[in-house]
């Protein structure tokens, strides 16, 4: 089925530990993004790719890093894990890039990360 | 600074019909979407508007008025699949998405 893997499906991680979530699409779509969810706050962008080799900044990048070596994978990396880092994390992609009309994001399934 | 507000929580019963409000305030408007997301999944693409008006899909519509920064997310025949919380996410003039809390909504038997 086509669509978007993430891997863990849930961590839990000791503060100041490096961590990777990894985030697969087979649809050959353009743009990937990383978002993070958080109880009674709206999804928030840390970083996206319009395309691949390309990376930007969303709201939320600070300790965050991710790269974009080719179409189908986009890993987040937590360089060193703080509690407030604790959160469901989603992947998601899209056929065009943002500016394209409705751009609708197709998501993946989530990775809960807790720091302790 | 920019903001979506929907309703937290809304309760409705089986076979109703339930509207869920949105209002936003964004630096320009390129489009307003609705997803739902089911409680422990990731959001599934409902609708999008940006064009004044109502659009219709099935059970689901969604209308829109972009004088008023205003939105609403018609179901019809609710059943209780429709258990879900629906997220409002608007597209600003730097075409990033800024997304409501969402609204969880309730059916009862």
């Known amino acids: 089925i086509a669509g978007i893997t993430q891997a863990p499906t849930s961590q839990i991680l000791a503060a100041g530990r490096r961590m990777t979530l990894r985030c697969t699409q087979d649809?050959?779509?353009?743009?990937m993004y990383w978002y993070r969810q958080d109880l009674g706050l709206g999804l928030r962008l840390i970083h996206y790719?319009?395309?691949?080799?390309?990376?930007g900044k969303g709201e939320v990048p600070d300790g965050y890093s991710v790269s974009r070596a080719n179409t189908d994978d986009f890993p987040l990396t937590l360089a060193s894990a703080v509690p407030s880092q604790t959160s469901v994390y989603f992947c998601?992609?899209?056929?065009?890039?943002?500016?394209?009309?409705?751009?609708?994001?197709?998501f993946g399934a989530g990775s809960r990360l807790t720091v302790l | 600074g920019q903001n979506i507000d929907q309703p937290t929580e809304m309760t409705a019963t089986e076979g109703a019909i339930v509207q869920i409000n949105c209002t936003y305030q964004?630096?320009?408007?390129?489009?307003l979407f609705w997803y739902q997301q089911h409680a422990g999944e990731a959001p599934t693409f409902l609708s999008y508007?940006?064009l004044d008006g109502l659009e219709e899909k099935g059970r689901f519509s969604s209308f829109l008025s972009r004088s008023k920064g205003y939105s609403y997310l018609l179901l019809k025949e609710l059943q209780m699949k429709d258990s879900a919380s629906y997220l409002c996410?608007?597209?600003?003039?730097?075409?990033?998405?800024?997304w409501g809390a969402g609204t969880k909504l309730i059916i009862k038997p």
């Open positions: 998601a992609s899209s056929a065009g890039t943002p500016d394209s009309g409705a751009n609708v994001l197709t």
């Open positions: 790719s319009n395309t691949a080799g390309t990376t």
């Open positions: 964004t630096s320009g408007f390129n489009g």
């Open positions: 508007n940006v």
């Open positions: 649809m050959r779509h353009n743009a």
């Open positions: 996410a608007v597209k600003d003039s730097n075409y990033q998405l800024i």
